[in-house]
């Protein structure tokens, strides 16, 4: 592997569960990829999580697997009452083969 690195970024909508639920499930995020670059790292840029008028108890993201241009987590949430934002920027780091 090279030296040269290059940054790509994706926004997803990771999953919540419904009104005081609890779930784990995956989560995938999918890259365009770029000629000559292979998806070494990807982490979680930005995450914009809240509850109107209610709780989100957690969101735990763990598990990381890397496979092509797909980087896909086990995410563990459990929420509360009220209507809910689940956004996420992803960023993912390329490294020259």
């Not at 496979?67 to 020259?96: E, L, M």
Request: aromatic residues 10%; charged residues 15%; glycine residues 12%.
């Amino acid at each position: 592997m090279g030296n040269d690195l290059k940054i790509q970024t994706k926004s997803a909508t990771f999953p919540m569960p419904g009104v005081n639920g609890e779930i784990t499930v995956d989560f995938s995020v999918v890259f365009d990829g770029i000629s000559g670059y292979k998806l070494a790292y990807a982490g979680i840029q930005q995450l914009n999580a809240f509850n109107t008028n209610g709780t989100i108890q957690y969101i735990e993201f763990t598990n990381q697997r890397i496979s092509g241009n797909t980087v896909t987590w086990s995410v563990h949430t459990k929420r509360g009452t009220g209507s809910d934002t689940k956004t996420c920027v992803i960023q993912g780091i390329f490294v020259s083969i």
